[in-house]
């Protein structure tokens, strides 16, 4: 059974940075492109970066620079490194395959204080 668990969300001031952690169980996670998504309050869920098993990344324009997105097959994990973070981040953050998604995990919380 396909697991995916987010983790490093927390309180961070506007600036700083945070490293968020998503560890899927199962077979698919290494020859699968995987992506970090975020839902704001009030908001659809989105895209915000995406890695393809060969390690090719996409960003969405609004976090290009100060986000890195990276993934370590071996652990069947994947990272999302997060600088200067802006106010009008906050969100729950979510990983999931980008084709064929697996079942949501709770997601990581991440609020910016200004």
């Known amino acids: 059974q396909e697991q995916l668990v987010e983790s490093g969300g927390g309180l961070v001031q506007a600036g700083g940075s945070l490293r968020l952690s998503c560890v899927a169980s199962?077979?698919?996670?290494?020859?699968?492109?995987m992506g970090w998504y975020r839902r704001a309050p009030g908001k659809q869920r989105e895209l915000v970066a995406s890695i393809t098993r060969a390690g090719s990344e996409f960003y969405t324009n609004s976090v290009k620079g100060r986000f890195t997105i990276s993934r370590d097959n071996a652990k069947n994990t994947m990272y999302l490194q997060m600088n200067n973070l802006k106010p009008e981040e906050p969100a729950v953050y979510y990983c999931?395959?980008?084709?064929?998604?697996?079942?949501w995990g709770q997601g990581t919380q991440v609020t910016v204080s200004s």
């Open positions: 199962g077979i698919r996670f290494s020859s699968n492109a």
């Open positions: 999931n395959f980008i084709v064929a998604q697996a079942s």
